[in-house]
């Protein structure tokens, strides 16, 4: 996942929890502010300084800085997905894979490239296509998807390969 799926608070040297309190922000404490998001108008993609705690005191706190993002879409869908992800997993005792295409353009293409690869072993796949804006590469998709396992060549000392390669189908594996 790129830096727009990435919550500005996990960038590495933040380390805020969830549960932290946020007691100040650019050095105004927050108790003085009608609404904390006020104080983070404009602050996208700038720097800002927050102080943070586990406990609501400024005893122990510690001052972080931290880029706001300007758009948080992103970050909900990728929670989304993994928590589809983690239901089919748990329901399916691991053997099904999951995986959303929001698209048929590019970023629907490289959104199935990078949860399609990683689920191959499984012995299906959910294609979740709901809010599929459309586009032009379903026959990508679909050829990649409709490949059938012909065999399974395995050099001495070697990994199992699929021909043709990258086939979803796992039985073999196991």
Request: glycine share 10%; aromatic share 8%; no cysteine.
């Amino acid at each position: 996942m790129g830096q727009e799926t990435r919550s500005p608070l996990t960038d590495v040297g933040v380390d805020v929890k969830p549960g932290d309190y946020i007691l100040a922000i650019n050095n105004t404490p927050v108790s003085t502010l009608p609404n904390l998001y006020d104080a983070l108008i404009g602050t996208a993609d700038k720097q800002v300084i927050l102080r943070v705690n586990s406990k609501p005191t400024d005893a122990g706190a510690r001052d972080v800085t931290v880029v706001p993002t300007d758009d948080e879409a992103p970050l909900y869908y990728l929670d989304w997905v993994q928590k589809n992800i983690d239901y089919v997993n748990k329901k399916t005792g691991g053997e099904v894979g999951y995986l959303h295409i929001p698209d048929m353009g590019q970023p629907g293409l490289n959104q199935f490239t990078k949860f399609y690869f990683p689920q191959i072993r499984k012995h299906a796949l959910i294609v979740d296509v709901r809010g599929n804006g459309g586009g032009f590469v379903s026959p990508l998709v679909i050829e990649r998807l409709r490949r059938a396992l012909v065999m399974v060549g395995i050099a001495r000392n070697g990994m199992p390969q699929t021909d043709p390669p990258q086939t979803l189908s796992a039985r073999w594996s196991r």
